[in-house]
């Protein structure tokens, strides 16, 4: 997925996605997310803020091991209808431990979530997201 700069100026500008993923039955589960894209893969930490349950029992990373399809929808609201726009993208998710990748992903983190920066994200699961496909509707240039 090599989105057109209109498209990644939207996507990076976001502050919130919500995940979608599902268990192996196909049963729903959707999240808001902090995230990051790098161009090619969409990165989002499972950070230190309050769970009722450790990061390994999350429903999030559960549905990613037994279903790693996801979807990813990023959108803007405005009561001025004719400013709303949203991105909707398909793709299947993987969890990273540590790696390349992993440092990568949380030096960008950190660098557009100042409250990552004194948090042990280093430390923890990230998943990892690979775009297959991108659909977008309304005005992107907010």
Same mark, same amino acid.
């Given at each position: 997925?090599? *989105?057109?700069?209109? =498209? ?10 919500? %995940? !979608?993923?599902?268990?192996?039955? #196909? ?40 279903? *790693?399809?996801?979807? =990813? ?10 400013? %709303? !726009?949203?991105?909707?993208?398909? #793709? ?51």
């Amino acid at each position: 997925m090599s *989105p057109p700069k209109k =498209l990644l100026a939207f996507i990076r500008s976001a502050r919130i996605a919500h %995940l !979608a993923t599902a268990d192996r039955n #196909g049963q729903p589960h959707v999240i808001p997310i902090c995230f990051v894209f790098d161009g090619k893969y969409f990165y989002s930490p499972i950070d230190e803020k309050p769970k009722r349950v450790a990061a390994a029992k999350l429903k999030r990373l559960k549905n990613i091991a037994e279903n *790693p399809n996801v979807a =990813l929808i990023i959108d803007h609201y405005e009561e001025d209808w004719r400013k %709303l !726009a949203y991105v909707l993208v398909s #793709g299947t998710a993987r969890v990273l431990q540590r790696g390349a990748n992993h440092r990568k992903a949380v030096r960008l983190l950190r660098r557009k979530y100042p409250q990552y920066r004194s948090m042990a994200i280093d430390q923890r699961p990230l998943i990892v997201i690979r775009p297959k496909r991108a659909t977008s509707w309304g005005d992107l240039a907010k």
